[in-house]
């Protein structure tokens, strides 16, 4: 084998791996964190190919690859903020002084459902 072809082969394996990697992310994220403020829908984020922090005024909404938190607020109990990170379609954080709620949807769920039977 020439050197050439050596690193043809390198480049293509690589690109493979790097493919079947983008694959397995666009599959296993896909979620959608929706966001309430006293009882209204105020943004929807598609949380896979997102890193994004969302203001809600009271709140600080840390929207990412895979998952959801809350950063910040300025209620008293911060118990929004030790619900920690939600990363399952269902899941829900709730700033009841705040009157926020994120919640996450999408296909993930079934799909999981599936692997697991
Ligand atoms: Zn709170």
């Known amino acids: 084998m020439k050197k050439t072809d ?3 082969c390198a480049a293509i394996l690589a690109g493979a791996a790097v493919w079947l990697l983008f694959l397995s992310i666009k599959t296993s994220d896909n979620l959608t964190a929706h966001i309430y403020i006293k009882g209204d829908l105020h943004a929807s984020v598609d949380t896979s190919n997102t890193a994004e922090l969302y203001d809600t005024g009271t709140n600080l909404v840390q929207i990412e690859s895979g998952g959801v938190y809350m950063l910040f607020s300025t209620c008293r109990s911060q118990d929004c903020i030790r619900m920690g990170k939600i990363t399952r379609p ?6 009841l002084p705040n009157r926020v709620i994120v ?4 296909a993930g769920e079934a799909q999981y459902d599936a692997v697991a039977g």
């Not at 269902?90 to 700033?95: A, D, F, L, N, S």
């Not at 919640?103 to 999408?106: E, K, Q």
């Open 6 to 8: 050596i690193i043809l």
């Open 90 to 95: 269902g899941q829900m954080i709730v700033c």
């Open 103 to 106: 919640m996450l949807d999408g």
